[in-house]
């Protein structure tokens, strides 16, 4: 090849590129102002979901695109610019709020310990769930229950479940390292639901007849038990902006937070801001 | 000593009938166990209707529309390089050259390189250092990419099965080598160059990793080329891992192997009109 | 000096031909620009965690413990092997027997029915392979071998179905490429049909199948999503094999879109490791295959 040729190659080359560049500017722009793009948390998800479903039914001609990932997932996106809004379940970091991240709470929420349906135990101290995520209790039959070897199911690192729980529950112990890791809500959900001696948390969001809710240190996750704050292992959850929410994404916020859906939220289990921070 | 050797002819040879039967008795298990499964749940309320709630109970309309587009959009942004570069290859190049050695390099490697690969690539690269997002084009870029090798192999190897003398005879009625190119080898390779094509969609329809990092997990009805969106293959994936709505999963992997199914036989068609 | 009608005529044809040539040039080149922003994006982020972790603890510490700052990939690394070579410990010897009934026994009809088979096996995407694993055969594990049915055993099979239409296809190319005077030659010296195959007919195609079954192994290594779903996930070195496992690809799969800082460098220098792991195989099989280039 001679050097014509690839003078000629490079140089469309190096067109394209200039190209690539100048489309970078356009995809950040365009349909900003139409599209709202929100990533994050498996336990905000289905929540968010719905709202956002409601949104576009009264707000024609908008569209907000909701996925799942991990709490870690939508801090990190909207860190990038990625996404224009990050769910998360977890509180953020020194560095996270640092670098210019806002979380603004939209609900309380309880991380429910689930068991199999078929499982005879309904509670457990605090001490025991520590002991049983930590490795130290193995068999069922230490806590009340079948002689079967306890399966724990424990969530991915991109989980804020995963940290809420760790820092609400374990505290400076580790996780047994040998434990299931399944990588959302709804699979851990699913998991529990099929193994009877499984054990893992999840949010009280999105607990069925499939699980069952155990209590701890006798009280049992609900609204009233978040309120007085009985129930231990509760959480606030976020949404959460690079620098303080504008446009579409602060229109959002602020309709999550409208009476109305608040008011909506508590049939799914999910506490309203208000209900707690009288 | 000779009805040792018949027992081992025989038992060699039966067993290569029962590892062929084993295979057929897979493949038939899995289509009609999907089918079974998913036939009742497939129906046009499915394919038209929308997810409803977070678990997706529903239909599946706009995960269709999200997977079609980025097939259809990586093809289009495949074939002029894929068909470019083995005409490039076939045509213009002298074989032993230095830049055909490099291209064929590049095309071996990319095809034995891991989706999951391509997919941290993509997300790297289109969504968040160009800026395009999870977007149908950072998807639709990534698996032009991916099929690039796929299509470039087949369309080299169409091109090469025309018969010399057609380029000899269209040499000696006065064509050009474009004219020759365009007129004769290309429109005689074409079927299979078509096939190839098709083949690489099909691969694009299903794929998963590498989409889900690159167009998102959002279900949404993309219309711009900037909207994200979720395919078929990863909405199958979340719904099988979630246990939530089983009916939904087989439903949708029903509609995704019949698909392909339909890809994979067209292609084969067409291969035949050769 | 001026043109005659005739020499600005071909002067028009020999631009209009060179732009042509060049048009095709730039396409081929975009083949190579696509390699190399690959690998050059792949290989920029996957040095990174280089500057801090020498790449020994990274390819063999123990511990996978990202957001506490191990990156050591030898679960991840061993995870991949174990459950590549257990694939292809089974897929391979059935993969060669329906090969050889394709390409030596079977009758024309019977032949056709199991090569449309091996196709449609081919182009059923990954997820559903996983999907029929979660399905199907977890629950199947888990009554045989008790615990949760997730891990290497599924894997194994899982993979197995998976990459056999691969070793299938190139194996059977590999025999039916070789000159049938072999086989009458054998049969004329009184040779059984299984004799024939196993003495003459095998050896000769000895490069191309060693070479599907390198490419067999190569796809199983790479392969993300059907292992995602039925090997349970857990980064830790198997004990026995009915354990939950992690391979290379799954783990980057599943970290990838929320990890940041070094865990991001991470999953990128074991993405690179892939990439380079793709390239030995690439470059493996050309030297097996010495001989024919080009015939793949």
Redesign the interface.
């Known amino acids: ?1 001679n050097f014509k ?1 690839a003078a ?2 490079v140089s ?2 190096l067109l394209i590129a200039v190209a ?1 560049g100048c ?3 356009a ?2 722009n ?2 900003k102002e139409t ?1 709202l ?3 994050g948390s498996t336990s905000v ?2 929540l968010v ?2 709202i956002a ?1 409601e949104f576009m039914k009264e707000n024609a001609g908008y ?1 907000v ?9 939508g ?3 909207v ?5 224009d809004i990050g769910m998360s379940s977890r509180d953020l970091t020194r560095e996270e709020l640092d670098s210019g991240l806002k979380p603004i709470v939209i609900a309380y929420d309880c991380i429910a310990v689930v068991v199999n349906p078929s499982n005879p135990v309904e509670n457990l101290t605090l001490e025991q769930l520590r002991d049983i995520f930590a490795g130290k209790i193995k068999n069922w039959k230490e806590v009340g229950g079948l002689d079967k070897e306890i ?1 724990v199911v424990n969530r ?3 989980s804020g479940t995963r940290e809420a729980f760790h820092k609400l529950v374990m505290g400076d112990v580790d996780f047994r ?8 809500t ?2 851990v ?3 529990v ?3 009877p001696e499984a054990i893992s948390y999840i949010t009280l969001g999105v607990v069925d007849s499939s699980v069952k809710a155990i209590k701890i240190d006798g009280v049992e996750p609900s609204l009233e038990t978040v309120k007085d704050a009985s129930y231990k292992i509760q959480r606030k959850l976020y949404l959460v902006t690079k620098g303080e929410p504008k446009g579409l994404a602060a229109t959002f916020i602020d309709y999550c937070l409208s009476d109305k859906i608040q008011e909506g939220i508590v049939k799914k289990h999910y506490i309203p801001v208000k209900y707690v921070e009288k | 000593m000779y009805r040792w050797r018949k027992f081992i002819n025989n038992f060699f040879i039966g067993l290569t009938w029962i590892a062929s039967l084993v295979v057929a008795a897979v493949l038939t298990y899995i289509i009609l166990y999907i089918a079974a499964k998913g036939v009742s749940y497939v129906n046009w309320g499915f394919i038209t209707g929308w997810p409803k709630g977070f678990e997706a109970r529903g239909g599946i309309f706009p995960i269709i529309v999200t997977t079609f587009y980025l097939t259809i959009f990586s093809a289009l942004l495949v074939t002029p390089v894929a068909v470019g570069g083995a005409v490039y290859l076939t045509e213009y190049s002298h074989p032993a050259s230095r830049f055909s050695r490099i291209i064929r390099f590049a095309a071996d490697t990319l095809s034995t390189v891991p989706s999951i690969v391509y997919g941290i690539f993509g997300f790297a690269f289109f969504v968040v250092y160009l800026g395009f997002g999870w977007s149908m084009l950072s998807g639709s870029l990534t698996l032009a990419l991916m099929i690039l090798p796929l299509v470039l192999r087949s369309t080299e190897e169409a091109i090469l099965d025309v018969p010399r003398g057609y380029r000899e005879a269209s040499y000696a009625l006065g064509a050009t080598k474009w004219q020759t190119v365009s007129r004769v080898v290309l429109k005689a390779a074409a079927p299979r160059i078509v096939t190839g094509i098709i083949l690489g969609m099909g691969r694009a329809f299903g794929e998963t990793a590498a989409v889900m990092l690159t167009a998102g997990m959002a279900i949404n009805l993309p219309v711009s080329v900037f909207d994200g969106g979720r395919n078929m293959s990863s909405h199958l994936y979340l719904l099988a891992t979630e246990g939530i709505s089983l009916e939904a999963a087989f439903g949708t992997a029903f509609l995704l192997l019949m698909i392909i199914l339909i890809f994979n036989l067209s292609a084969k068609r067409i291969a035949k009109r050769m | 000096m001026l043109k005659s009608k005739e020499q600005a005529f071909h002067e028009a044809i020999r631009h209009k031909e060179a732009l042509i040539q060049g048009f095709f040039v730039l396409m081929a080149s975009f083949t190579i620009l696509g390699l190399l922003l690959l690998f050059v994006y792949i290989t920029r982020e996957g040095t990174v965690l280089f500057k801090q972790v020498s790449p020994l603890e990274f390819l063999f510490g123990k511990d996978w413990k990202p957001t506490s700052g191990n990156f050591g990939t030898l679960p991840l690394i061993v995870g991949s092997v174990v459950v590549t070579a257990g694939a292809v410990l089974i897929s391979a010897p059935l993969s060669l027997l329906v090969a050889i009934f394709l390409a030596e026994i079977a009758p024309k009809k019977a032949a056709a029915y199991i090569k449309t088979a091996i196709e449609l096996l081919a182009g059923i995407p990954s997820v559903v392979y996983g999907f029929m694993g979660i399905i199907v055969l977890v629950p199947i594990i888990r009554s045989f071998f008790g615990g949760s049915g997730f891990g290497i055993v599924s894997g194994w099979i899982v993979l197995a179905i998976m990459i056999m239409p691969t070793i299938t296809s190139l194996s059977e190319g590999a025999l039916a490429a070789v000159p049938d005077r072999y086989r009458y030659g054998a049969l004329a010296l009184g040779a059984t049909k299984w004799e024939m195959i196993y003495k003459v007919v095998l050896p000769a195609a000895k490069r191309g199948i060693v070479s599907a079954i390198i490419l067999g192994v190569g796809r199983a290594i790479g392969e993300t999503m059907a292992v995602l779903m039925v090997l349970g996930n857990v980064p830790r070195l198997p004990e026995s094999i009915n354990q939950p496992i992690a391979t290379m690809t799954s783990i980057i799969a599943l970290d990838i879109a929320y990890a940041s800082g070094m865990h991001k460098y991470a999953l990128f220098s074991l993405g690179f490791v892939l990439l380079l792991i793709s390239m030995a195989f690439i470059a493996i099989v050309r030297i097996v295959y010495k001989g024919s280039y080009g015939k793949n």
């Open positions: 090849m040729k000629a190659v469309i080359m690539a489309a970078r500017n995809g950040s365009a349909a599209v793009k929100i990533a998800f289905p979901t719905e479903e569209k695109e909701v996925q799942a990932g991990g709490s870690n997932v801090i990190e996106s860190k990038n610019g990625i996404v399966i991915d690192e991109a390292n040998d434990a299931i890791i399944q990588p959302g709804g699979q959900k699913s998991f639901a099929s193994t």
